[in-house]
């Protein structure tokens, strides 16, 4: 089955405490990208990676890293979290950067105490 | 700079009632337009893109350039209708697809 996976789906951390989120897609996309979903703003893209070893900012970068190691791969790292990065997160994933459709994984909800 | 603005929080509509889910956006240039939908407890999903033309669901819409607006209707509104409804759009260099703030549809019996 096509689809984008992310783990873990729930996590609860510290302040500090250096986290990944994985993402993985099955689909052989070229671009690949995360986002965090907040209320009252909608969906922010925080990086996103048009190929392997290429990634960019998006809108919201800040506390974030991300690598594209592998084509099916693209981890969200947080090397120091903090309270304001508590968010549900979402990966996806495109045949190419325009005019297509995103594939979603079904989200990480980050709650950073 | 482009944005996506979706006024509407909340659209509270009967079943049956005809539905309409407002999007503005500011582009320069030719735009790609998007609907995406979240059903509760899944992941987004496509509904439909301008580019394709096609109802989904029984949705339409329609891109109307002189206005900068892309709304989601559908004649007859149903439960399963209720749902975490996006407008999205693609920025001219491919690397964004840019959200508004979303809209929850909830469709009353």
């Known amino acids: 089955e096509a689809q984008v996976t992310q783990n873990p789906r729930y996590l609860i951390t510290v302040t500090g405490k250096k986290l990944t989120v994985t993402c993985s897609q099955n689909?052989?996309?070229?671009?690949m990208s995360w986002y965090r979903q907040d209320p009252g703003l909608g969906l922010r893209q925080i990086y996103y990676?048009?190929?392997?070893?290429?990634?960019d900012k998006g809108d919201v970068p800040e506390g974030y890293k991300v690598s594209r190691k592998e084509k099916r791969n693209f981890p969200l790292i947080l090397e120091s979290p903090s309270p304001n990065q508590t968010s549900l997160y979402f990966c996806?994933?495109?045949?190419?950067?325009?005019?297509?459709?995103?594939?979603f994984g079904q989200g990480t909800r980050l709650t950073v105490v | 700079a482009q944005r996506v603005t979706q006024p509407e929080k909340l659209l509270s509509v009967f079943k049956g009632a005809p539905v309409e889910l407002k999007c503005n956006y500011s582009?320069?240039?030719?735009?790609?337009l998007f609907w995406y939908v979240q059903y509760s407890r899944q992941r987004l999903q496509l509904l439909l893109r301008?580019?394709s033309r096609e109802s989904i669901k029984g949705f339409t819409a329609d891109l109307n350039k002189g206005e900068t607006s892309f709304h989601l209707k559908k004649p007859f509104a149903q439960e399963e209708d209720s749902a975490m409804y996006y407008c999205?759009?693609?920025?001219?260099?491919?690397?964004?697809?840019?959200f508004g703030q979303g809209t929850e549809l909830s469709v009353k019996p």
């Open positions: 996806a994933s495109s045949f190419r950067a325009v005019n297509t459709e995103a594939f």
């Open positions: 689909m052989n996309h070229e671009y």
């Open positions: 990676s048009m190929n392997v070893e290429v990634t």
């Open positions: 582009y320069s240039g030719s735009p790609e």
């Open positions: 301008h580019i």
């Open positions: 999205a759009l693609t920025s001219p260099q491919g690397g964004k697809l840019i």
